[in-house]
């Protein structure tokens, strides 16, 4: 391996670019050599954190600015729409971790469908994975285009890919209540959500035709290999950040909730960033923020043949930045966890 790998971030003055100045910036093998975003440009990173020590760290410039001959990665986290148009002249030795929608869905029809966009990269959509890394650590080194899930996603697939691998849940059923801190809409989430006080009520929005609904769908029917269609309903909350799942699921076969809690702990041991509470126990999103953690609780309900399970991450890390890394962490043979933990 070579000594540093080096990394440009566009979009470094949002939410997202942030949280991934302040990892990579203490990263043991990593050395920043371009923070991009549109507005800004020349000023210091620390005008917006003022956590983060600007030693080292580049002004923020304009993305053509970067010389591709001198990095090893780029992270986007940019807009919906914008990371496509870039892929085209990213030089394929160079790793593109997108962290927005631009890369998810496999079809690019669907793309257009949810997101309006007419997809300006359809023949890179073969060379990009999914990537949630725990379940794709042996696949992320094959690709050049690595994207990240949603932060809904993440929260929501962790725990249903290996009860569904494992046929202990009903497909046809699976009903998701998601709740999240406002950023994560980005920085101009009050322009985003104009028909609410964000800072002082809670809200439903998206209902019945979110955009993580494709993503989410795409992954349980690929493990499932039939088509899944899940129930979700995102709100927002009036605090920062964080994001609390609570899924109400069937249980199948005769499965009970104490079986399912044992096979998600026996599955997710080998997984430093997930961790599975105390059967029965209730979960907080202040268990897990500021950390790349998601933590999963299996809870029994009432009526025997149901269960409902909650997950909570931190949608700015283990939901955008932190799984980003973690990315970049495996792609480039390091240990996931450096620069995390
Ligand atoms: N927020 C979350 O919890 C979360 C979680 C998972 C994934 N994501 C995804 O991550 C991405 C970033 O999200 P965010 O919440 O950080 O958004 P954000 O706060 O709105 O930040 C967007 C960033 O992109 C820059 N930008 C916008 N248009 C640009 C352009 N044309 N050229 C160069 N820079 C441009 C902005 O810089 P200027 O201010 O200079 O325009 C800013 O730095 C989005 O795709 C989002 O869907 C977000």
Known sequence: ????????????????????????????KVKVLYLCAQKSIGKSISNFDKNIKKKSLPRISKINKIDWKKIDVVFSAL??????????????NVKLIDLSADFRLNNHKTYKEWYGIDHKAKNLIKHSIYSLTEFSKNKIKKYRIISCPGCYPTSIQLPLIPLIKNKMI??????????????????????????????????????????????IDQ????????????????????????????????????????????????YHK????????????????????NTNFCKISVCKDRVNNKIII?????????????QAVQNMNIAFNLNEKIGLS
């Not at 950023?183 to 009050?190: I, L």
């Not at 028909?195 to 009520?201: G, R």
């Not at 080998?270 to 923020?289: C, H």
């Not at 909650?310 to 932190?322: E, F, R």
Request: proline share 4%; glycine share 8%.
């Open 1 to 28: 391996m070579k000594d540093s790998i080096k990394v440009g971030v566009i979009g470094a003055t949002g939410y997202v670019g942030i949280e991934l100045i302040k990892i990579l910036s203490k990263h043991p």
């Open 79 to 92: 807009p919906n729409g914008e990371a496509q148009k870039i892929s085209k002249i990213i030089p394929e």
């Open 170 to 215: 009903n497909i046809k059923n699976i009903i998701i209540d998601s709740k999240s801190g406002y950023s994560g809409a980005g920085k101009n989430a009050e322009r985003k959500f104009s028909f609410t006080n964000i800072y002082n009520t809670i809200s439903a929005y998206g209902v019945g035709l979110h955009r993580h609904m494709p993503e």
């Open 219 to 266: 992954e349980l029917s690929k493990i499932s290999k039939k088509k899944v269609r899940i129930f979700f309903t995102p709100h927002i909350l009036p605090m920062f950040r964080g994001i609390l799942s609570t899924m109400h699921l069937e249980i199948s076969g005769n499965n009970s909730a104490k079986k399912i809690y044992s096979y998600l702990k026996k």
């Open 270 to 289: 080998k997984n430093f960033f997930i961790k599975i509470a105390k059967f029965n126990s209730s979960l907080s999103t202040g268990d897990v923020i």
């Open 310 to 322: 909650i997950s909570v991450i931190d949608n700015l890390i283990k939901g955008a930045s932190g």
